[in-house]
Protein backbone atom coordinates (compact mmCIF):
# COMPACT_ATOMS: atom_id res chain seq x y z
CA UNK A 1 0.00 0.00 0.00
CA UNK A 2 1.73 3.54 -1.26
CA UNK A 3 1.66 6.30 1.66
CA UNK A 4 2.63 10.21 0.79
CA UNK A 5 4.00 11.37 4.03
CA UNK A 6 4.67 14.73 3.11
CA UNK A 7 1.57 16.50 4.36
CA UNK A 8 2.37 14.28 7.98
CA UNK A 9 5.79 15.40 8.22
CA UNK A 10 4.84 18.87 7.56
CA UNK A 11 1.78 18.74 10.42
CA UNK A 12 4.52 17.18 12.56
CA UNK A 13 7.04 19.89 12.03
CA UNK A 14 4.07 22.95 12.43
CA UNK A 15 3.17 21.11 16.02
CA UNK A 16 7.10 21.16 16.92
CA UNK A 17 7.41 24.48 15.88
CA UNK A 18 3.98 25.85 17.38
CA UNK A 19 5.33 24.43 20.84
CA UNK A 20 8.01 26.93 20.76
CA UNK A 21 5.05 29.76 20.44
CA UNK A 22 2.92 28.56 23.59
CA UNK A 23 2.65 30.66 26.66
CA UNK A 24 0.71 29.99 30.18
CA UNK A 25 -2.14 31.52 30.90
CA UNK A 26 -2.40 34.47 33.38
CA UNK A 27 1.07 33.59 33.98
CA UNK A 28 2.45 36.60 36.68
CA UNK A 29 6.11 37.77 35.49
CA UNK A 30 9.04 37.04 37.60
CA UNK A 31 6.92 35.14 39.75
CA UNK A 32 7.14 31.05 39.26
CA UNK A 33 3.95 29.62 38.79
CA UNK A 34 3.10 26.10 39.02
CA UNK A 35 -0.41 24.50 37.58
CA UNK A 36 -3.24 23.76 40.32
CA UNK A 37 -3.77 20.18 39.35
CA UNK A 38 -0.66 18.31 39.02
CA UNK A 39 -1.25 14.60 38.36
CA UNK A 40 -4.64 15.59 36.25
CA UNK A 41 -3.64 17.21 33.05
CA UNK A 42 -5.10 15.23 29.86
CA UNK A 43 -2.58 16.21 27.74
CA UNK A 44 1.74 16.47 27.74
CA UNK A 45 3.17 17.69 24.48
CA UNK A 46 6.95 16.96 23.90
CA UNK A 47 8.33 19.60 22.05
CA UNK A 48 11.56 18.51 19.91
CA UNK A 49 13.32 21.59 19.93
CA UNK A 50 16.10 22.94 17.31
CA UNK A 51 19.07 20.26 17.01
CA UNK A 52 22.17 21.38 19.02
CA UNK A 53 20.17 24.04 20.63
CA UNK A 54 19.64 22.24 24.05
CA UNK A 55 16.07 23.59 24.39
CA UNK A 56 13.34 20.25 24.35
CA UNK A 57 10.69 21.31 26.83
CA UNK A 58 7.73 19.53 27.77
CA UNK A 59 4.20 20.96 27.89
CA UNK A 60 1.02 20.45 29.98
CA UNK A 61 -2.37 20.96 28.95
CA UNK A 62 -5.41 21.34 31.40
CA UNK A 63 -9.15 20.66 29.31
CA UNK A 64 -11.09 21.28 31.94
CA UNK A 65 -9.44 24.91 32.49
CA UNK A 66 -8.13 25.23 29.15
CA UNK A 67 -4.71 26.39 30.38
CA UNK A 68 -1.49 25.48 29.22
CA UNK A 69 2.08 25.75 30.70
CA UNK A 70 5.03 25.63 27.67
CA UNK A 71 7.74 25.12 30.29
CA UNK A 72 5.76 22.64 32.40
CA UNK A 73 9.10 19.89 33.44
CA UNK A 74 11.44 23.13 33.70
CA UNK A 75 9.24 24.76 36.32
CA UNK A 76 8.92 22.19 38.38
CA UNK A 77 12.48 21.02 37.84
CA UNK A 78 14.20 23.90 37.59
CA UNK A 79 16.17 22.89 34.73
CA UNK A 80 15.53 21.74 30.92
CA UNK A 81 15.59 18.46 29.42
CA UNK A 82 18.19 18.39 27.12
CA UNK A 83 18.61 18.13 23.18
CA UNK A 84 16.41 16.97 20.86
CA UNK A 85 13.73 15.27 22.40
CA UNK A 86 12.50 11.86 20.64
CA UNK A 87 9.76 10.10 22.13
CA UNK A 88 7.72 10.51 24.86
CA UNK A 89 5.29 7.59 26.62
CA UNK A 90 3.50 6.76 29.84
CA UNK A 91 3.48 3.62 31.96
CA UNK A 92 2.02 3.16 35.34
CA UNK A 93 2.38 6.18 37.14
CA UNK A 94 5.45 7.67 35.55
CA UNK A 95 5.91 9.49 32.07
CA UNK A 96 9.18 8.38 29.88
CA UNK A 97 10.59 10.96 27.52
CA UNK A 98 13.65 10.00 25.14
CA UNK A 99 15.98 12.78 24.47
CA UNK A 100 17.86 11.56 21.52
CA UNK A 101 21.05 14.31 20.91
CA UNK A 102 21.82 14.43 25.01
CA UNK A 103 21.05 10.39 25.41
CA UNK A 104 19.15 10.68 28.67
CA UNK A 105 15.81 8.43 29.19
CA UNK A 106 13.97 10.84 31.58
CA UNK A 107 12.01 9.52 34.19
CA UNK A 108 9.15 11.78 35.53
CA UNK A 109 6.06 11.50 38.27
CA UNK A 110 2.81 11.89 36.72
CA UNK A 111 1.48 13.40 40.29
CA UNK A 112 3.60 15.72 40.76
CA UNK A 113 5.78 16.54 37.81
CA UNK A 114 8.98 16.29 39.40
CA UNK A 115 12.08 14.05 37.78
CA UNK A 116 12.29 10.54 39.63
CA UNK A 117 15.88 9.97 37.48
CA UNK A 118 17.84 10.41 34.34
CA UNK A 119 19.37 7.61 32.88
CA UNK A 120 22.26 8.10 30.65
CA UNK A 121 22.43 6.44 27.33
CA UNK A 122 26.32 7.15 26.41
CA UNK A 123 29.07 5.02 25.34
CA UNK A 124 31.98 4.14 27.94
CA UNK A 125 34.01 7.42 26.16
CA UNK A 126 31.34 9.51 26.66
CA UNK A 127 29.72 9.77 23.68
CA UNK A 128 26.10 9.82 22.62
CA UNK A 129 24.24 6.47 22.04
CA UNK A 130 21.23 8.61 20.37
CA UNK A 131 18.17 7.04 21.80
CA UNK A 132 14.97 7.05 19.87
CA UNK A 133 11.96 5.22 20.46
CA UNK A 134 10.14 3.27 23.59
CA UNK A 135 8.28 0.48 24.03
CA UNK A 136 7.12 -1.36 27.69
CA UNK A 137 6.03 -5.36 28.24
CA UNK A 138 5.38 -6.16 32.12
CA UNK A 139 7.35 -3.96 33.87
CA UNK A 140 10.52 -3.66 31.91
CA UNK A 141 11.22 -0.55 28.89
CA UNK A 142 13.10 -1.56 25.90
CA UNK A 143 14.88 1.66 24.37
CA UNK A 144 16.18 1.01 20.82
CA UNK A 145 19.02 3.83 20.01
CA UNK A 146 20.85 4.55 16.44
CA UNK A 147 23.90 2.74 17.74
CA UNK A 148 22.43 -0.61 16.66
CA UNK A 149 21.53 -1.60 20.34
CA UNK A 150 17.91 -2.17 22.48
CA UNK A 151 18.30 -1.83 26.33
CA UNK A 152 15.96 -3.27 28.52
CA UNK A 153 15.50 -1.20 32.19
CA UNK A 154 13.75 -2.40 35.16
CA UNK A 155 10.83 0.25 35.51
CA UNK A 156 10.57 -0.29 39.40
CA UNK A 157 14.60 0.08 40.02
CA UNK A 158 15.67 1.90 36.99
CA UNK A 159 18.55 -0.49 36.08
CA UNK A 160 19.95 -1.06 33.04
CA UNK A 161 19.47 -4.63 32.63
CA UNK A 162 20.88 -6.14 29.42
CA UNK A 163 21.28 -5.10 26.07
CA UNK A 164 21.38 -6.69 22.20
CA UNK A 165 22.58 -5.65 19.15
CA UNK A 166 19.74 -5.27 16.34
CA UNK A 167 20.18 -3.74 12.79
CA UNK A 168 21.38 -0.42 11.73
CA UNK A 169 20.45 3.04 13.26
CA UNK A 170 16.80 0.97 14.62
CA UNK A 171 14.35 3.78 14.24
CA UNK A 172 11.23 1.94 16.29
CA UNK A 173 9.72 -0.42 18.29
CA UNK A 174 6.88 -2.05 19.57
CA UNK A 175 5.50 -5.28 21.45
CA UNK A 176 3.77 -8.18 20.12
CA UNK A 177 2.67 -11.69 21.65
CA UNK A 178 6.21 -11.97 23.61
CA UNK A 179 8.50 -10.41 21.30
CA UNK A 180 9.96 -7.17 20.19
CA UNK A 181 9.53 -5.78 16.12
CA UNK A 182 12.34 -3.29 15.96
CA UNK A 183 12.85 -1.17 12.56
CA UNK A 184 16.40 -0.99 11.46
CA UNK A 185 16.24 2.55 9.34
CA UNK A 186 20.27 2.99 8.31
CA UNK A 187 18.92 6.82 8.35
CA UNK A 188 22.67 8.10 9.31
CA UNK A 189 23.82 6.15 6.07
CA UNK A 190 22.07 7.14 3.38
CA UNK A 191 21.35 6.11 0.86
CA UNK A 192 22.32 2.67 1.99
CA UNK A 193 19.71 2.28 4.08
CA UNK A 194 18.94 -0.89 6.21
CA UNK A 195 15.81 -2.56 4.84
CA UNK A 196 14.76 -4.91 7.91
CA UNK A 197 12.33 -5.46 11.28
CA UNK A 198 14.79 -7.16 13.71
CA UNK A 199 12.73 -9.88 16.01
CA UNK A 200 13.49 -10.22 19.66
CA UNK A 201 11.85 -13.02 21.83
CA UNK A 202 11.53 -10.99 25.21
CA UNK A 203 12.25 -14.12 27.50
CA UNK A 204 15.83 -14.42 26.12
CA UNK A 205 16.29 -11.32 25.09
CA UNK A 206 18.00 -12.76 22.15
CA UNK A 207 17.12 -11.68 18.47
CA UNK A 208 15.72 -14.70 16.65
CA UNK A 209 15.12 -13.29 13.15
CA UNK A 210 15.63 -10.45 10.73
CA UNK A 211 12.08 -9.66 8.20
CA UNK A 212 12.94 -7.67 4.95
CA UNK A 213 10.70 -4.33 4.57
CA UNK A 214 12.09 -2.33 2.22
CA UNK A 215 14.33 0.92 3.07
CA UNK A 216 14.34 3.08 5.88
CA UNK A 217 11.48 1.61 7.82
CA UNK A 218 10.43 4.07 10.69
CA UNK A 219 7.68 3.76 13.13
CA UNK A 220 6.42 0.72 13.81
CA UNK A 221 3.06 0.03 16.06
CA UNK A 222 1.16 -3.13 16.86
CA UNK A 223 -2.51 -3.74 16.77
CA UNK A 224 -4.99 -5.48 19.24
CA UNK A 225 -5.06 -8.75 16.77
CA UNK A 226 -1.66 -9.83 16.69
CA UNK A 227 -0.25 -7.97 13.32
CA UNK A 228 2.11 -5.68 13.41
CA UNK A 229 2.52 -2.95 11.01
CA UNK A 230 5.65 -0.68 9.78
CA UNK A 231 5.76 2.57 7.51
CA UNK A 232 8.41 2.20 4.91
CA UNK A 233 9.78 5.77 4.36
CA UNK A 234 12.14 4.39 1.25
CA UNK A 235 14.49 6.58 -0.57
CA UNK A 236 13.96 10.56 -0.30
CA UNK A 237 14.20 11.07 -4.32
CA UNK A 238 12.41 7.75 -4.94
CA UNK A 239 8.94 7.07 -5.08
CA UNK A 240 9.32 3.87 -2.90
CA UNK A 241 7.03 4.61 0.61
CA UNK A 242 4.94 1.90 1.67
CA UNK A 243 2.83 0.87 4.68
CA UNK A 244 4.08 -2.82 5.72
CA UNK A 245 1.90 -5.50 7.63
Do not use: W
Not at 64 to 85: E, P
Not at 93 to 106: A, G
Not at 231 to 239: C, D, E, I, Q, S
Amino acid sequence: MKIKSINLLFLLCMLLHACDDMEDINKTPGKERYPLELGKAELYILCEGLFNLNNSSLAHYTFSSHAIVSDYFRQINRRGLGDTANDMAIYGSKLYMVINVSSPLEIVDLKTGRSLNRISFTTENGSSRQPRHIAFDKGKAYICAFDGTVARIDTASYQMEAQIKVGRNPDGICVQNNKLYVSNSGGLDSPNYDNTVSVVDIHSFTEIKRITVGDNPGKICADAYGDVYVAVRGNPTGNNQSLIR
